[in-house]
């Protein structure tokens, strides 16, 4: 079963931006710095000056009548208090400075006597019975305002309960908002899939937006909260419980899908079944393969410019491809269990073998950690049954070569079978017996290299190639570069003797599937298709452990196979 993920990406980027609004908004003013000594002093001097007497009358010197440097003293020393009080002015009330950090699990509240600047919590609830001098903000639980809230109250998959002063916004998101008869939004008031439930006395004076609060959508964040904390928070994608039987809608859609695939198309669900049962290492590295060459293929698509057109039918191919492997993959499932009652009749039909695997999965689907690895497991396992049908499919289907059948031996020559005597010529001169034929070199006639050979064959080429390069690199430093020399040197000796000292040693030679001489080109091609099968972790040369015909992805590109000759055939 196959879940949207739109409607989850777009949560989590919503989410993500609601918690971190309050941290970007809160903006401390920064205290005052506190005047200098000489201008506090100056206006002091200046006022004494003003004051001071015209007479000649000698008077005692009052304090608009000290001295620059002591008005300078006495400023600086009344500047302090007067600094120290404002800054403790500034901060009354407010229990804890700075930015609040959010709060990860479990509640929070701020009790009625206490005033903060935010509160953010993140899988659990906030409750606001005192004062908030900016945000309340709850991703993944409820946020409660009983108090006043000076900037907005957000929930994130969470109710929105106001019951007293929010200076900004209100919002719910994929939640309800529920206004008390005692709420006052000073902003707007938002509600994003879920409904708004409003009492008489609450106020609004801003605008009130309901997005996709309607129909189907009405409920759906308290559905996907539920499945959150039910499934997702568990590791499986089914359960049962309240508000989750969207999810089995969705479950029981993909069910009809996969049964309307095995109406239409029984014989292919039943051939990838048997791919999975007969040939399971194959299938397992073609699954393996499919999900390694996906993104590399698409990203080789839109480096080439022409190719993004080609991506969306790529995207295509893959999902349906995936969806009928998933069918053919229930169908297996379901197969274990109606064999048990025979294979004819109503139990033997794929269409019973799907639904009973359908009914099976949905069950391991509820175990938690387990129902997400097999729901991620059998897709990828049905692609690569998909896949590896595809490429069975593909090979040619060759005649069997019937083998020669010698002509009978006559009863008295038995003794001769061994050792056969001379036959007379016309002048009675004895004519040696006819050699025996040798058998051609062919791809038809000869058996095909296994994987081990193989290796055996390249191991010594390698270190021949290795060997030479270490030689080059001690008379031209950068020149001995070992996978250039080894390709050139496979290319080589390929077009000109259809083999490599290795495989002269092991027995092997390179053959084309069509028994035409092997040429420069081919020769070429193959070499250069040796790197795609090296690049994928060389899964292109493992492939020959798996394949009917003994070809690795180089073989298969370039139209050859490599065969063992008899002893004593000649290979240079």
């Given at each position: 079963?196959?879940?949207?993920?739109?409607?989850?990406?777009?949560?989590?980027?919503?989410?993500?931006?609601?918690?971190?609004?309050?941290v970007l908004r809160a903006e401390e003013t920064p205290p005052a710095a506190p005047a200098p000594a000489a201008e506090t002093a100056a206006p002091v001097a200046e006022k004494s000056a003003e004051a001071a007497p015209t007479d000649d009358k000698?008077?005692?010197?009052?304090?608009?009548?000290?001295?620059?440097?002591?008005?300078?003293?006495?400023?600086?020393?009344?500047?302090?208090?007067?600094?120290?009080?404002?800054?403790?002015?500034?901060?009354?009330?407010?229990?804890?400075?700075?930015?609040?950090?959010?709060?990860?699990?479990?509640?929070?509240?701020?009790?009625?006597?206490?005033?903060?600047?935010?509160?953010?919590?993140?899988?659990?609830?906030?409750?606001?019975?005192?004062?908030?001098?900016?945000?309340?903000?709850?991703?993944?639980?409820?946020?409660?305002?009983?108090?006043?809230?000076?900037?907005?109250?957000?929930?994130?998959?969470?109710?929105?309960?106001?019951?007293?002063?929010?200076?900004?916004?209100?919002?719910?998101?994929?939640?309800?908002?529920?206004?008390?008869?005692?709420?006052?939004?000073?902003?707007?008031?938002?509600?994003?899939?879920?409904?708004?439930?409003?009492?008489?006395?609450?106020?609004?004076?801003?605008?009130?937006?309901?997005?996709?609060?309607?129909?189907?959508?009405?409920?759906?964040?308290?559905?996907?909260?539920?499945?959150?904390?039910?499934?997702?928070?568990?590791?499986?994608?089914?359960?049962?419980?309240?508000?989750?039987?969207?999810?089995?809608?969705?479950?029981?859609?993909?069910?009809?899908?996969?049964?309307?695939?095995?109406?239409?198309?029984?014989?292919?669900?039943?051939?990838?079944?048997?791919?999975?049962?007969?040939?399971?290492?194959?299938?397992?590295?073609?699954?393996?393969?499919?999900?390694?060459?996906?993104?590399?293929?698409?990203?080789?698509?839109?480096?080439?410019?022409?190719?993004?057109?080609?991506?969306?039918?790529?995207?295509?191919?893959?999902?349906?491809?995936?969806?009928?492997?998933?069918?053919?993959?229930?169908?297996?499932?379901?197969?274990?269990?109606?064999?048990?009652?025979?294979?004819?009749?109503?139990?033997?039909?794929?269409?019973?073998?799907?639904?009973?695997?359908?009914?099976?999965?949905?069950?391991?689907?509820?175990?938690?950690?387990?129902?997400?690895?097999?729901?991620?497991?059998?897709?990828?396992?049905?692609?690569?049954?998909?896949?590896?049908?595809?490429?069975?499919?593909?090979?040619?289907?060759?005649?069997?070569?019937?083998?020669?059948?010698?002509?009978?031996?006559?009863?008295?020559?038995?003794?001769?079978?061994?050792?056969?005597?001379?036959?007379?010529?016309?002048?009675?001169?004895?004519?040696?017996?006819?050699?025996?034929?040798?058998?051609?070199?062919?791809?038809?006639?000869?058996?095909?290299?296994?994987?081990?050979?193989?290796?055996?064959?390249?191991?010594?080429?390698?270190?021949?190639?290795?060997?030479?390069?270490?030689?080059?690199?001690?008379?031209?430093?950068?020149?001995?570069?070992?996978?250039?020399?080894?390709?050139?040197?496979?290319?080589?000796?390929?077009?000109?003797?259809?083999?490599?000292?290795?495989?002269?040693?092991?027995?092997?030679?390179?053959?084309?599937?069509?028994?035409?001489?092997?040429?420069?080109?081919?020769?070429?091609?193959?070499?250069?298709?040796?790197?795609?099968?090296?690049?994928?972790?060389?899964?292109?040369?493992?492939?020959?452990?798996?394949?009917?015909?003994?070809?690795?992805?180089?073989?298969?590109?370039?139209?050859?196979?490599?065969?063992?000759?008899?002893?004593?055939?000649?290979?240079?």
């Open positions: 079963m196959n879940k949207p993920r739109l409607p989850f990406l777009f949560a989590c980027w919503l989410t993500l931006t609601l918690a971190l609004l309050p000698a008077v005692t010197p009052s304090d608009d009548e000290k001295p620059a440097g002591e008005l300078r003293e006495l400023g600086a020393e009344e500047s302090r208090p007067a600094t120290k009080k404002k800054s403790s002015r500034r901060t009354r009330g407010v229990h804890g400075s700075g930015d609040q950090p959010p709060h990860f699990g479990g509640d929070q509240t701020i009790s009625a006597d206490k005033t903060r600047s935010e509160a953010v919590t993140i899988f659990g609830n906030t409750t606001v019975d005192g004062h908030l001098t900016d945000a309340a903000v709850s991703v993944f639980g409820n946020t409660t305002v009983n108090g006043t809230v000076d900037q907005a109250a957000v929930s994130v998959f969470g109710t929105t309960t106001v019951n007293g002063k929010v200076g900004d916004a209100a919002v719910a998101v994929f939640g309800d908002l529920v206004l008390g008869p005692k709420a006052e939004i000073g902003g707007e008031t938002v509600v994003v899939f879920g409904k708004l439930i409003r009492s008489p006395g609450a106020q609004t004076h801003g605008g009130v937006q309901e997005v996709g609060s309607f129909g189907p959508f009405r409920n759906l964040g308290g559905g996907l909260r539920a499945w959150f904390n039910s499934c997702l928070l568990m590791a499986r994608p089914l359960w049962i419980g309240e508000n989750l039987g969207w999810a089995w809608i969705v479950a029981a859609c993909f069910l009809v899908f996969y049964l309307l695939l095995a109406l239409l198309f029984p014989t292919g669900i039943e051939k990838c079944v048997e791919v999975l049962e007969q040939k399971p290492g194959g299938t397992f590295l073609a699954a393996l393969l499919a999900m390694m060459l996906t993104p590399i293929i698409t990203i080789l698509l839109a480096i080439t410019g022409v190719g993004i057109l080609l991506i969306p039918f790529l995207i295509v191919g893959l999902i349906f491809g995936t969806l009928f492997g998933k069918a053919a993959v229930l169908g297996w499932l379901g197969r274990r269990v109606t064999r048990l009652f025979g294979s004819d009749g109503v139990m033997g039909s794929v269409f019973v073998a799907v639904l009973i695997g359908s009914l099976i999965t949905w069950g391991l689907y509820m175990v938690p950690v387990l129902g997400f690895l097999l729901f991620k497991f059998f897709g990828i396992l049905g692609l690569g049954m998909v896949v590896y049908r595809l490429v069975l499919s593909m090979k040619r289907d060759k005649p069997p070569v019937a083998a020669a059948v010698p002509p009978p031996v006559p009863a008295m020559a038995a003794g001769f079978a061994d050792n056969p005597p001379p036959v007379a010529g016309p002048e009675g001169a004895a004519v040696p017996a006819a050699a025996p034929v040798a058998t051609p070199v062919s791809a038809d006639t000869l058996p095909r290299a296994g994987f081990w050979l193989r290796v055996a064959a390249s191991a010594l080429d390698a270190i021949l190639i290795g060997m030479l390069c270490g030689f080059l690199g001690t008379m031209w430093h950068g020149f001995a570069v070992f996978p250039f020399w080894f390709a050139v040197y496979c290319a080589a000796m390929w077009a000109n003797k259809g083999t490599t000292i290795g495989g002269i040693i092991c027995g092997l030679k390179v053959v084309r599937l069509d028994d035409r001489p092997l040429d420069w080109t081919v020769a070429v091609v193959r070499a250069l298709g040796a790197f795609l099968s090296l690049a994928v972790a060389g899964l292109g040369f493992i492939w020959v452990a798996f394949d009917d015909e003994k070809q690795s992805w180089h073989d298969k590109i370039a139209g050859t196979t490599i065969v063992r000759v008899p002893k004593g055939t000649a290979l240079l």
